[in-house]
């Protein structure tokens, strides 16, 4: 007799079981703030991210100038 094959069976990432858990834990008012807060987190990265470019291409010009 032949053994039926297994089948492996997918493994979830940690980023999807965190979001498993968080969904059982947290209300979706709470989720909704989490995401709204992260994604004012990467906005402001961003925004700094943009600053520091302008402030290279503000030096760049003022040392052509001089």
Not at 47 to 56: F, G, I, L, N, S
């Amino acid at each position: 007799m032949h053994a039926a094959p297994v089948r492996a069976s997918a493994i979830p990432t940690v980023a999807t079981a965190l979001r498993a858990v968080e969904s059982l834990l947290l209300s979706s008012g709470q989720r909704t703030a989490r995401q709204n807060a992260w994604t004012a987190v990467l906005e402001d990265r961003r925004r700094a991210k943009d600053r520091v470019e302008a402030e290279h291409v503000l030096r760049a010009v003022a040392d052509l100038r001089s």
